[in-house]
T-cell receptor, first 111, second 115 residues
Framework: DQQVKQNSPSLSVQEGRISILNCDYT??????FLWYKKYPAEGPTFLIS?????DKNEDGRFTVFLNKSAKHLSLHIVPSQPGDSAVYFC??????????FGTGTRLTIIP | GAVVSQHPSRVICKSGTSVKIECRSL??????MFWYRQFPKKSLMLMAT?????????EQGVEKDKFLINHASLTLSTLTVTSAHPEDSSFYIC???????????FGSGTQLSVL
C-alpha cells in the first residue's frame, strides 16, 4: 500500500519555465512533509519541508504547497534551471515515525 | 548545515565476502540513524532504524543476520552486508537525524556491486 504517491514518473520542462512536481498521500496522520532531490549515484539531499500547520513554504526558487483536505502537496520551481534536472522524492512522516517516501519524479530541464 | 559522511562511496566485492559501510554524523550527535536501499527506478526502501546503544529495528522482510547494523556511538552507525551475493548489489544510503521529527541528513550513498 503506497501511502505516498508521485503519479508522474517523469516531467520535462523548458528552462526558465515553472516546474510543478506533485505528491499525494493517503495517511491523514502525516504531519510533516519534505522534498528531496537526488542526482544519479548520489544520496538524496534535503530540499524543502512543510509542517501540516502551514499551507505554503518558500525558499528561494522553491515553494512547497500543502492542501490537507486534498491530501496533496506540490513543489514549484521557478524559474527552472538545467541544474534542477534530477529525481525528486516527496516524503512524509507522522509524529516520530519514520519517513515514507514516494517513488520519485524525474525532472528534466530542457535548455 | 549538518553533514553525514558515508564510506565507502563505491565497493566491488566477490560473492560470499562481507562488506562494511560506515555512516558518520560529522557535526552533530545523531540519536537515530536510518539505513535505506534503493532499487533502480524505485523509491528508497527503509531497511532498519538504529538508535545509539540499542539493537536496530528492522523492517519486515529485511534479514537481520544478513544486514548487521551497529550504532556504537552517537556519531557512527555501520551496516555490514554478510556473505554478500549478486542480488545484494544495490545503492545503500544512510541518514541521520538530530532528534525525532527533524529533517533527515543523508549520506552520499554506497554503490555495492557483488560479483
Amino acid at each position: 500500500d503506497q501511502q505516498v504517491k508521485q503519479n508522474s514518473p517523469s516531467l520535462s520542462v523548458q528552462e526558465g519555465r515553472i516546474s510543478i512536481l506533485n505528491c499525494d498521500y493517503t495517511n491523514s496522520m502525516f504531519d510533516y512533509f519534505l522534498w528531496y532531490k537526488k542526482y544519479p549515484a548520489e544520496g538524496p539531499t534535503f530540499l524543502i519541508s512543510i509542517s501540516s500547520i502551514k499551507d505554503k513554504n518558500e525558499d528561494g526558487r522553491f515553494t512547497v504547497f500543502l492542501n490537507k483536505s486534498a491530501k496533496h502537496l506540490s513543489l514549484h520551481i521557478v524559474p527552472s534551471q538545467p541544474g534542477d534536472s534530477a529525481v525528486y522524492f516527496c516524503a512524509a512522516s507522522a509524529g516520530n515515525e519514520k519517513l515514507t517516501f514516494g517513488t520519485g519524479t524525474r525532472l528534466t530541464i530542457i535548455p | 548545515g549538518a553533514v553525514v559522511s558515508q564510506h565507502p562511496s563505491r565497493v566491488i566485492c566477490k560473492s560470499g565476502t562481507s562488506v562494511k559501510i560506515e555512516c558518520r554524523s560529522l557535526d552533530f550527535q545523531a540519536t537515530t540513524m536510518f539505513w535505506y536501499r534503493q532499487f533502480p527506478k524505485k523509491s528508497l526502501m527503509l531497511m532498519a532504524t538504529s538508535n545509539e546503544g540499542s539493537k536496530a529495528t528492522y523492517e519486515q522482510g529485511v534479514e537481520k543476520d544478513k544486514f548487521l547494523i551497529n550504532h556504537a556511538s552517537l556519531t557512527l552507525s555501520t551496516l555490514t552486508v554478510t556473505s554478500a551475493h549478486p542480488e545484494d548489489s544495490s545503492f545503500y544510503i544512510c541518514s541521520a537525524s538530530k532528534d525525532s521529527n527533524e529533517k533527515l541528513f543523508f549520506g552520499s550513498g554506497t554503490q555495492l556491486s557483488v560479483l
